[in-house]
């Protein structure tokens, strides 16, 4: 650092985003994305290049309610003016936590050690309304055909059961992780009724592959709706390679719930309305 340099402080800090609008969370170029918001608002405010990390990448579409972020500022920012501050500039579909002041080497990705995700699934008449299509795969306006009876959740449900565990999950990738493998360790998994009757996939694991949790929630939706056979799905968890999944469930029902670290989850893991 040079004698001139500023002081810097580490923050943490907590975000939600509406997705439906952004080309993802990671920076890329010419596309809205919301690092790029957040990197922008961050270096008009400290008038100095902001870079931001990012517990985890969420793909185009795709909402979060605990994404977890750190960044650099000088240290003449304090939390709570800084939380308003970011209140003030950043767009309406981003919304800031309170900002906290955390130690140098704190890393939102590599401190992690648990990933939550949520999958709505707006069944019935629910599927039919035009205030489900940002937030919930609409079954009944194109989408999976699902009713929204006891029998299909329990199907939901024992079929995710298989879920949990360790494992290859290639079969339920878009794309590896040449680095890293295929295995992940998924910690529970399972369906459960939310709200005015939206069908609501939970899934902790200690990481995701690219569109791992869309392809569980379309193979499971598949068969709930009698379209596979429920073997289908213990194949692919068996790697079986002449089986596949057929796609992914939309984006728009995906939610980033929450991130664990060693002083616990960043936000209670559950949908805000």
């Known amino acids: 650092m040079s004698k001139n ?3 810097l402080t ?14 993802g969370s990671q920076l890329q170029p010419e596309v809205r994305t919301v690092q790029g918001e957040l990197e922008a608002a961050l270096s008009g405010l400290a008038d100095r290049r902001t870079r931001v990390d990012f517990a985890g990448r969420t793909d185009a579409g795709v909402h979060a309610l605990g994404q977890e972020t750190a960044f650099d500022l000088p240290a ?3 939390p709570d003016e800084l939380g308003r501050a970011l209140g003030a500039v950043l767009p309406e579909d981003i919304a800031p936590g309170l900002p906290r002041i955390v130690d140098a080497g704190f890393h939102p990705r590599f ?6 995700y949520l999958y709505v699934v707006a ?32 199907t939901l449900d024992r079929l995710a ?11 339920f990738a878009k794309r590896g992780q040449p680095e890293r493998g295929t295995r992940c360790a998924v910690e529970s998994a399972g369906w459960r009724r939310h709200g005015a009757g939206y069908l609501l996939f939970d899934i902790t694991a200690d990481r995701f592959l690219h569109h791992m949790v869309r392809y569980l929630v379309g193979t499971m939706v598949e068969i709930a709706a009698g379209r596979r056979p429920e073997s289908d799905l213990e194949a692919l968890l068996a790697g079986d390679t002449a089986t596949r999944a057929v796609f992914p469930a939309p984006p728009g029902g995906l939610y980033l719930s929450a991130v664990r670290y060693p002083d616990g989850w960043n936000r209670a893991a559950d949908l805000p309305w």
């Open 5 to 7: 340099a500023p002081k």
């Open 10 to 23: 580490r923050f943490r800090l907590t975000i939600q985003y509406d997705g439906t609008d952004f080309h």
């Open 76 to 78: 003449r920012w304090e």
């Open 111 to 116: 401190d992690a050690d648990r990933r939550r």
């Open 123 to 154: 069944p019935g008449t629910l599927g039919v309304s035009p205030f489900t299509r940002r937030t919930a795969w609409r079954s009944n306006a194109g989408g999976p055909g699902l009713d929204d009876g006891e029998e299909t959740l329990a």
């Open 161 to 171: 059961a298989l879920v949990s565990g360790e494992r290859d999950f290639d079969s």
